[in-house]
C-alpha cells in the first residue's frame, strides 16, 4: 500500500487512474444522510462555480451503513444547505461498494471509523482512501475527522457546513491546478 505525500495541509492530490476520464471523488460516511452528502452538494457546486474544474470531476456520495439506502438527506442537513444556497433535493442515500475502490480517484472518509471500514476492503490504496479533512487548511494533528451532527443540534450542522465548504474550496484549487497543470 502506497502512502500519499502531504506538505502540512497542502495535501497532494492522487494521480487519476484513468487519464481522460473524469477525476472520481467518493465522499464517504456512515449513513450517508448528513456530512458526505452535504459535502458532495457543496464540492459539485463548488466545482460548477469554478468552470476551469467542473467538467473533469466526477463526485459521489455513500456511506458504509445501509440503513439509510434509497432515503433523502438528513432534514436539518437540507434546509441548512437550501439556506445557503445549494440544491439538497436530488440526494438518495447509497451505500459504499468495495467494486468502486478500483474506478475512484480519491476517496475521502469523513472521519477515522469510516476510513477503517473502507482500508477493511482488500486492494486498498493508502493513497487513494483519506480522510476528507487532510484537505482542510484549518485541521490540526489529532482533529482530521468531520464530527458527525445527527444527534446534535442544529449548532453541530452549521460547524460541519463550515469545515465542508472551507475543505472543498480548498480541494477544488487543487483540482484547477491540476487541471492547469496539465
Known amino acids: 500500500m502506497r502512502r500519499v505525500e502531504s506538505v502540512g495541509h ?4 492522487p494521480e487519476p487512474r484513468r487519464p481522460g476520464a473524469p477525476y472520481r471523488i467518493d465522499l464517504v460516511c456512515l449513513g450517508n444522510i448528513c456530512r458526505s452528502p452535504m459535502a458532495d452538494v457543496i464540492l459539485t457546486e463548488q466545482l460548477a462555480r469554478r468552470r476551469g474544474a467542473g467538467p473533469d470531476v466526477e463526485v459521489v456520495s455513500s456511506g458504509t451503513g445501509d440503513w439509510h439506502a434509497g432515503n433523502p438527506m438528513d432534514s436539518r442537513a437540507a434546509a441548512l444547505l437550501t439556506a445557503h444556497g445549494y ?3 436530488l ?4 451505500q459504499f461498494e468495495s467494486s468502486w475502490l478500483a474506478g ?8 477515522e471509523d469510516n476510513l477503517a471500514s473502507l482500508r477493511s476492503f482488500p486492494d486498498v490504496d ?5 480522510l476528507f479533512r487532510d484537505f482542510d487548511p484549518h485541521a490540526q494533528d489529532g482533529d482530521r475527522s468531520v464530527p458527525d451532527p445527527y444527534y446534535g443540534g442544529d ?6 457546513l463550515a469545515v465542508i465548504e ?3 474550496a480548498h480541494l477544488v484549487e487543487l483540482l484547477s491546478r491540476r487541471r492547469a497543470s496539465g
Open 166 to 168: 472551507r475543505t472543498c
Open 87 to 89: 440544491d439538497a433535493s
Open 104 to 111: 475512484s480517484d480519491l476517496v475521502l472518509a469523513m472521519d
Open 155 to 160: 449548532d453541530g450542522f452549521e460547524a460541519v
Open 91 to 94: 440526494h438518495r442515500a447509497q
Open 10 to 13: 497542502e495535501s497532494v492530490l
Open 126 to 130: 493508502d493513497g487513494r482512501v483519506r
